[in-house]
């Protein structure tokens, strides 16, 4: 039972969607199915995801939130919203806990981890194929679409990054939702780092979109990595059309994510090449020029 006055709300809530929740555990519980934290499986801002077992054998990663000074209504608002999703694109938040200060959220075991490991190897110089980006970037919108308008309440996820993408053996991608924070990542796995040939001298000034942004308007050769085939040639520039559309500065230029689905399925030659991006490297003001890898 948890002590103090202000809890109180929390186990009303609790209990008041008891039904829809998933297990509540005690931090003790934490403690033993990850032998007190001997496997640490990633850090992320709210945290770091160690590995554990649960009693019935199946593995799981127990992610351990920062010491929290807010009575957790939060947490458990998130948590309730979070227990209401099912798509196969979303990990399973399988438990919880709600231990004093101790809060930590348990999820599906994911054994290949991130996808930043996978896009580009620095030891054996390897890069993921185009056709699991491709199958990876729709996994992501189709999964993002559902929490923008398939599940009951609303979610924003506002953290989709390589980081926190867990593909399965087959490179569908899954991730998890305790956020509150959508950026895009598309042009970041495309522009993956090191899969780019950049013919120009002074590669820290190049502003990715823009440079990637006057190859696809001159219908150029891409220039990038890897493309194997006619095939991944065009996944990859339908890739790098959606997420120019994505990365507009208007909000209102930008689309939905039922029509980024829509765009990244359908043909190629339907796409309308959007606005350039705002920031541009023909200003070549360091400050706005991202660095590329
Ligand atoms: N379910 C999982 N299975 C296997 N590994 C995982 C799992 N969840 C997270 N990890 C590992 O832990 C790392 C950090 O994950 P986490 O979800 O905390 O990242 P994050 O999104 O950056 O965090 P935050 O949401 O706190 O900012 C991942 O990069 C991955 O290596």
């Given at each position: 039972?948890?002590?103090?006055?202000?809890?109180?709300?929390?186990?009303?809530?609790?209990?008041?969607?008891?039904?829809?929740?998933?297990?509540?555990?005690?931090?003790?519980?934490?403690?033993?199915?990850?032998?007190?934290?001997?496997?640490?499986?990633?850090?992320?801002?709210?945290?770091?995801?160690?590995?554990?077992?649960?009693?019935?054998?199946?593995?799981?990663?127990?992610?351990?939130?920062?010491?929290?000074?807010?009575?957790?209504?939060?947490?458990?608002?998130?948590?309730?919203?979070?227990?209401?999703?099912?798509?196969?694109?979303?990990?399973?938040?399988?438990?919880?806990?709600?231990?004093?200060?101790?809060?930590?959220?348990?999820?599906?075991?994911?054994?290949?981890?991130?996808?930043?490991?996978?896009?580009?190897?620095?030891?054996?110089?390897?890069?993921?194929?185009?056709?699991?980006?491709?199958?990876?970037?729709?996994?992501?919108?189709?999964?993002?679409?559902?929490?923008?308008?398939?599940?009951?309440?609303?979610?924003?996820?506002?953290?989709?990054?390589?980081?926190?993408?867990?593909?399965?053996?087959?490179?569908?991608?899954?991730?998890?939702?305790?956020?509150?924070?959508?950026?895009?990542?598309?042009?970041?796995?495309?522009?993956?780092?090191?899969?780019?040939?950049?013919d120009v001298d002074r590669t820290?000034?190049?502003?990715?979109?823009?440079?990637?942004?006057?190859?696809?308007?001159?219908?150029?050769?891409?220039?990038?990595?890897?493309?194997?085939?006619?095939?991944e040639q065009e996944k990859a520039?339908?890739?790098?059309?959606?997420?120019?559309?994505?990365?507009?500065?208007?909000?209102?230029?930008?689309?939905?994510?039922?029509?980024?689905?829509?765009?990244?399925?359908?043909?190629?030659?339907?796409?309308?090449?959007?606005?350039?991006?705002?920031?541009?490297?023909?200003?070549?003001?360091?400050s706005r020029a991202a660095k590329?890898?």
């Amino acid at each position: 039972m948890l002590r103090t006055g202000e809890n109180k709300n929390i186990e009303v809530f609790l209990k008041d969607h008891e039904f829809l929740a998933p297990k509540r555990y005690r931090y003790s519980y934490i403690k033993n199915i990850t032998n007190s934290f001997r496997v640490k499986l990633g850090k992320g801002g709210y945290g770091d995801v160690y590995k554990g077992k649960l009693l019935d054998g199946r593995h799981v990663a127990v992610k351990i939130l920062k010491k929290s000074k807010s009575n957790g209504e939060d947490f458990i608002n998130e948590d309730a919203s979070i227990s209401r999703t099912s798509h196969v694109n979303i990990l399973s938040l399988l438990g919880f806990c709600i231990d004093g200060r101790h809060r930590a959220l348990i999820y599906e075991f994911m054994p290949n981890g991130s996808l930043e490991k996978f896009i580009f190897q620095e030891k054996t110089g390897r890069r993921l194929e185009w056709k699991k980006l491709y199958r990876i970037a729709i996994g992501i919108a189709r999964g993002l679409e559902y929490l923008h308008c398939g599940c009951n309440t609303r979610i924003l996820h506002f953290d989709i990054k390589p980081h926190n993408i867990l593909p399965d053996d087959e490179f569908f991608p899954r991730y998890p939702i305790p956020a509150w924070r959508d950026r895009v990542m598309d042009t970041k796995m495309v522009g993956g780092r090191k899969s780019v040939n950049v013919d120009v001298d002074r590669t820290s000034e190049v502003y990715f979109p823009d440079w990637i942004y006057g190859r696809v308007e001159l219908d150029e050769e891409l220039g990038l990595e890897g493309v194997r085939d006619e095939d991944e040639q065009e996944k990859a520039r339908k890739m790098i059309i959606v997420s120019l559309w994505c990365i507009q500065t208007d909000p209102s230029t930008r689309p939905s994510m039922s029509r980024v689905v829509e765009m990244l399925e359908g043909s190629t030659e339907s796409l309308i090449i959007p606005p350039r991006p705002f920031l541009s490297s023909s200003s070549s003001s360091p400050s706005r020029a991202a660095k590329l890898g």
